[in-house]
């Protein structure tokens, strides 16, 4: 069993959004086993967010691990804090803004189909 991280990026505007934004891949592409596209750690920098996007035969599940934001949802709004799940569906979109003063990290799973 290994301790690191696969890869680990930063991303600035992630998604059109804004600030900084680390994702830290528990998972690599082969591992992953062509079912999902992404399982990682994510974090938000305070003020940091990832604009509203949608998916595409695939869906997007978010566990809120630390700190606080807004989560929007096809549009509607609603905060989200340590320990609240978010899913957004084939077809919807969502995006997530760090509104507290400490970063907001989750884990992220896309799984395709």
Do not use: W
């Not at 959004?17 to 938000?44: D, M, P």
């Not at 509203?52 to 989560?71: A, C, D, F, K």
């Not at 989200?80 to 084939?90: L, P, S, Y």
């Amino acid at each position: 069993m290994r301790n690191s991280y696969r890869a680990v990026e930063v991303k600035k505007d992630m998604a059109g959004g804004s600030g900084t934004v680390t994702l830290r891949h528990i998972l690599n592409e082969q591992e992953l086993n062509g079912k999902c596209r992404l399982y990682a750690e994510v974090t938000l920098e305070p003020g940091a967010s990832i604009g509203n996007h949608s998916h595409h035969g695939e869906t997007e599940t978010y566990y809120i691990l630390r700190g606080q934001g807004v989560y929007t949802d096809n549009g509607q709004e609603r905060p989200v804090a340590a320990g609240d799940i978010t899913f957004c569906k084939d077809g919807d979109s969502h995006g997530l803004q760090n509104t507290g003063e400490e970063p907001l990290a989750l884990m992220a799973l896309i799984i395709l189909g």
